[in-house]
């Protein structure tokens, strides 16, 4: 008697208030533009954040003003930081694109993390075939590296919110196993292996140092942004998000809808993590991934889960980490205040959420 | 290779006990919010600050003792961010769970550096001379545990929490706060043992995903106190190993080894390695 | 206890429905008080004010300190995975120690001393039958020994011979000076069973009485009286349109499953649904399962590839500010009636309706029901599944009832109006 639906905690129709895709914008209207409330709630988390920063940094005895003005301009204050925003922002944008679609579809796709790496370690297989095979298999792998989480669900209702963190966990001991073994650079120091036989072009001009990537970023919130608003696939998606149950009483084959947002969302990952490769570090290396995973779940989160927003903020999360590094060197304030910003981001938006659902 | 394998082994599980006493802290805290009906994520954190306020308390009082008490008491800070967030706010637990850890990266990182400026957070950590938290940790708290979680009211209405919060709703809140609290002592001495006994200070980061993996022991123990013990065995014995095998079998992957437990744990979900049945209301 | 001028509403801004309105009402130690009406007419809102479950927008409830509230839920309150020994520990408050053994022990004792049968506390819930489920409630409402003990439709998932052995207990917990309420909607047992009857309807006591006859109570209990006769209907058969088990039904016509709420109508409705994808459907759960409140009126019919909105708003009489009003904000009627548009409005060979007008005013109910009928004079094979037998037997060609997930072989409305008591019972 315990067979199939005991396997699971998260039944096929949890109630909606419960569901991740229902922390939404409840008033937008077809996604043509998210309003303007959400918009200004974004905002106030992001000065909050910054506001909370700042005070830390004087519990400690640092200036604010100094601190702001370091974060400012150690981001986005010279061609030199506002690319190495933009070069942060790339994989933020993809893997914050990743948790918007699974989020949507009501799935909680936790495996940001392990689809970015075997994503890289896809894309820097075939990079021997050329830039456009690898890119294509990163975002192959990513998606089949979900896949197995999606299936699992279907099959014997795993909970994927479990199963993609233990994937995450798979993929970074395969991921330490190829770069000390097979893959291994035989001359390096250290664990890391050979560089990838394609790179991507670099933008140029002004931004020489950015790759294109950044081109393929964008055009992947667009074009999320299309499936979610402007097609059935999308409508159908969103509908199973909110209530899966209503969704298939509306006919929608919400198991289909399952598969294919934790499919697409773990190509997102998968090609952010074969872009970072291809694009900036080259080369694989055991801690590759650095958090990029988890991160997007701010990301999206921030954007109140619209694909567009998303753009905005994975610039803030990239202006701040490419600040905090700042901070680190000229003021030996620990980077990971970055992380600490991304956190309390969240916080501030499920405060302002249960505000709201106080009204 | 037979022999071997059974040397190395053999050799590994002093080492085994020692570095997994701290997950079997943490597997239990978390099984007992888990069977509360609660799922948190955020149990990396809570071991990642009660390390570091372990550190401080002990440099600051020169005392092993009240470096653990700081410990817990780090733990429990984090305890009840969670546990107001997700209890008073009803906020999503894995969302909580996930702004949590990046809160317990961000600040432990931030804050040790910053107290690095002054003399005394400068000076060594005082070490457990005595270690008696391994005996408690494998065989006093699983004892208490067993029979508070199935041998008094209280256990019977946090279960009860876990499978139908419905029918106690008016004491829901309060038991799992007592869970929450439990938690937070079992992770609070787990991230105190790891600064105070098994290494010699606080590094950024330094539970390395211990609080996940003892996310996936409960799992992999079905959620009783039995599977917990064992599981948190088998993945200390595959960690342990994994220096043996490094030092000693050389050409042996050993890093897909470490993957094994995980992959199995992901079979249990599926229910191939036997029956699973989560608390019910896990989660929400 | 004495309830004054008790008024409860639900819902947000747009869509507010009065639950109870303005309800004073005296319970009195010792009497069996039976609360009727109709489903949605406030009978449960009310009792959960009394019990203190919900506080009442305006009105008070006076109860003497050592008032003590037992309240047997519709719906059963159980920890299905614990035994029946634990969920009768789950009574108790305080902090002790105890074992499996010494539960049991005192199981058997609280279950003796209720007078319910009861046997094997080591069962788990689970495992347990509906009629042993509602017992159990029985038995921890008892247990706690309540100065009121307030019973929320608990005969509608028992057995003859259960609800005999229930107003057994009923009588001897009354004997003893214990106030019972009784809600119902079943009219024989209450007049059994009832010293003085309080009818609801719309939210009001509309009734309130010591002598009553089934038909007076009827008659308060629905705005007019049932409907007479449904006269001569003549319908064209055609060619049969859906076969599934022992359900056949042929175009232009409406077959009704009646029955007891809870013998496998979901059960039945999701069947169909997973083999008829294509079929318009009506959910059972509208709040639920009906619109994707959070999407608009024209991204929900966008949903079955309806797509002009605006047309159907009006042609469906949604009152809505427009297309892109959410669907959440409407009221429960017009909320269903998005749900007709978008179901309807293909011309669906097949439609299945579960509970179509449940919880919905007058005016709604009535909309639903024309666009039943037009739905199967255009050709269509209706399913209805209702547990309003005046729904039944206004609409449907034929009838079958549902009892424990079986369904009875089919019956005209004239064979049914005699049998179907009976059958829904499952005495026959």
Redesign the interface.
């Known amino acids: 008697?315990?067979a199939p639906r005991?396997?699971?905690?998260?039944p096929a129709?949890?109630?909606?208030s419960?569901r991740?895709g229902?922390?939404?914008n409840?008033?937008?209207?077809?996604g043509v533009a998210a309003g303007w409330k959400p918009a200004l709630r974004g905002a106030a988390a992001v000065l909050f954040t910054i506001l909370l920063l700042a005070l830390?940094g004087a519990a400690?005895g640092h200036s604010p003003r100094e601190l702001l003005s370091i974060l400012i301009t150690g981001s986005v204050g010279s061609t030199f930081a506002l690319q190495g925003t933009l070069l942060k922002s790339v994989p933020l944008l993809l893997t914050g694109l990743s948790v918007v679609i699974a989020f949507r579809a009501g799935v909680?796709n936790?495996g940001g993390e392990g689809q970015f790496i075997v994503g890289a370690l896809a894309a820097l297989l075939a990079s021997r075939f050329g830039l456009v095979p690898s890119l294509l298999a990163a975002m192959l792998a990513g998606a089949a590296w979900a896949s197995i989480a999606s299936l699992?669900r279907l099959?014997?209702n795993?909970?994927e919110?479990?199963?993609t963190?233990?994937?995450?966990?798979?993929a970074i001991?395969?991921l330490?196993?190829c770069v000390?073994?097979p893959l291994r650079e035989r001359t390096a120091m250290y664990p890391q292996t050979d560089v990838a036989l394609a790179t991507l072009p670099r933008l140029g001009g002004l931004f020489s140092g950015l790759h294109m990537g950044i081109l393929l970023a964008v055009l992947a919130s667009v074009g999320a942004w299309w499936l979610l608003y402007r097609t059935?696939e999308g409508?159908?998606l969103?509908?199973t998000g909110?209530?899966s149950?209503?969704?298939?009483?509306?006919?929608?084959?919400v198991r289909a809808q399952l598969v294919r947002a934790m499919a697409i969302s773990g190509a997102a990952a998968g090609l952010a993590g074969g872009i970072e490769l291809l694009g900036v570090t080259n080369r694989l290396f055991e801690r590759f991934a650095a958090g990029y995973g988890?991160?997007g779940?701010?990301v999206a989160?921030l954007a109140q889960l619209h694909p567009l927003a998303t753009i905005g903020s994975a610039f803030f999360f990239g202006a701040l980490v490419t600040g905090a590094g700042e901070l680190q060197r000229t003021a030996?304030?620990?980077?990971?205040?970055?992380?600490?910003?991304?956190?309390?981001v969240?916080?501030v938006l499920?405060?302002f959420?249960?505000a709201r659902s106080r009204r | 290779m037979l022999d071997l394998v059974v040397r190395l082994i053999g050799d590994s599980i002093p080492l085994a006990i020692l570095a997994a006493t701290p997950l079997l802290l943490a597997v239990q805290g978390e099984l007992v919010v888990q069977r509360s009906g609660m799922i948190n994520l955020g149990i990396e954190g809570m071991m990642l600050v009660a390390a570091m306020t372990a550190v401080l308390a002990a440099q600051l009082t020169n005392s092993v003792a009240l470096g653990f008490l700081g410990g817990i008491a780090g733990a429990l800070i984090v305890a009840i961010v969670f546990g107001f967030f997700v209890i008073t706010l009803k906020a999503d637990q894995i969302v909580t769970g996930t702004a949590i850890n990046l809160l317990a990266v961000g600040a432990t990182s931030f804050v040790y550096r910053e107290l690095q400026r002054s003399e005394i957070f400068v000076q060594s950590v005082p070490r457990i001379g005595t270690d008696v938290v391994v005996p408690l940790a494998w065989i006093v708290f699983p004892i208490v545990l067993a029979i508070v979680l199935w041998n008094t009211s209280f256990g019977l209405r946090l279960r009860a929490c876990g499978e139908n919060p419905d029918v106690i709703a008016p004491h829901v809140a309060r038991h799992r706060a007592a869970a929450l609290a439990i938690e937070a002592l079992l992770a609070g001495t787990a991230g105190a043992y790891l600064t105070l006994a098994l290494s010699s200070g606080f590094a950024e980061n330094m539970t390395a995903g211990r609080g996940f993996i003892a996310l996936s022991i409960v799992i992999f123990g079905r959620w009783k106190l039995k599977g917990a013990i064992l599981g948190t065995a088998i993945f200390g014995l595959a960690a342990a190993l994994q220096y043996a095998v490094q030092a000693s079998a050389r050409g042996v992957p050993y890093h897909l080894l470490l993957a094994v437990p995980y992959i199995v744990t992901l079979l249990i979900l599926c229910g191939i390695a036997g029956k699973v049945r989560a608390p019910e209301s896990l989660g929400r | 206890m004495r309830l004054s001028r008790i008024t409860k509403s639900f819902g947000t801004h747009s869509n507010v429905s009065r639950a109870v309105d303005d309800v004073s009402l005296t319970i009195e130690r010792g009497e069996i008080l039976a609360v009727i009406g109709e489903n949605g007419a406030g009978k449960t809102t009310l009792m959960r004010i009394a019990a203190g479950e919900l506080s009442p927008d305006a009105g008070e409830v006076l109860r003497s300190a050592q008032d003590d509230i037992g309240f047997v839920h519709q719906h059963f309150l159980l920890v299905p995975e614990l035994t029946i020994a634990e969920n009768l520990a789950l009574i108790e408050r305080r902090f002790r120690f105890a074992t499996r053994k010494t539960l049991e022990r005192e199981a058997v004792r609280m279950i003796e001393s209720s007078g319910i049968e009861l046997h094997e506390v080591s069962r788990r819930v689970a495992d347990l039958s509906v009629g042993e489920k509602s017992k159990l409630e029985l038995i921890k409402a008892i247990a706690t020994k309540p100065s009121t003990l307030i019973l929320d439709e608990p005969t509608s998932v028992l057995t003859p011979h259960e609800s005999e052995e229930l107003f057994r207990v009923m009588r001897t917990l009354a004997a003893s000076g214990t106030a019972i309420v009784f809600i119902s909607h079943k009219l024989p047992e209450v007049l059994a069973i009832a010293e003085r009857i309080v009818v609801m309807r719309t939210g009001k006591v509309v009734m309130e009485t010591r002598e009553a006859t089934a038909e007076s109570l009827a008659r308060a209990m629905t705005p007019q009286p049932p409907l007479p006769a449904h006269g001569e209907r003549v319908r064209v058969r055609g060619t049969l349109a859906l076969s599934h088990g022992n359900v056949q039904i042929h175009h232009h016509e409406i077959l009704a499953i009646v029955g007891v709420a809870g013998n496998g109508q979901s059960e039945l409705a999701e069947e169909l649904r997973a083999r008829f994808p294509h079929a318009g459907q009506i959910p059972e759960d509208r709040t639920r399962d009906g619109v994707i409140a959070q999407m608009t009126i024209a991204e929900n019919l966008a949903l079955r590839g309806v797509r002009d909105a605006e047309r159907m708003i009006e042609l469906y009489s949604i009152r809505a500010l427009g297309p892109r009003q959410l669907a959440g904000d409407l009221s429960g009627g017009n909320q269903q009636k998005v749900v007709l548009a978008r179901e309807l409005d293909r011309r669906p060979q097949i439609i299945i309706a579960a509970e179509p007008t449940r919880g919905l005013d007058i005016e709604a109910t009535s909309f639903v029901h024309e666009r039943l009928r037009v739905a199967a004079a255009a050709g269509a094979a209706i399913l209805l599944i209702t547990s309003d037998l005046d729904e039944a037997f206004e609409l449907a060609d034929a009838m079958q009832v549902i009892y424990r997930g079986k369904l009875s072989a089919r019956m005209t409305p004239e064979e049914a109006s005699s049998r179907v008591a009976n059958l829904m019972a499952g005495v026959a």
């Open positions: 008697m315990k005991s396997a699971g905690f998260q129709a949890p109630p909606p419960r991740p229902s922390r939404d409840r008033r937008q209207d077809a830390s400690f909680w936790i699992m099959w014997r795993a909970p919110v479990l199963t963190i233990l994937l995450n966990f798979i001991h395969l330490g196993w000390n073994g059935n409508l159908r969103r509908a909110f209530n149950s209503a969704a298939k009483w509306a006919g929608v084959n988890y991160s779940i701010a989160l030996n304030i620990s980077a990971a205040v970055a992380t600490l910003g991304q956190a309390v969240i916080l499920i405060g959420e249960y």
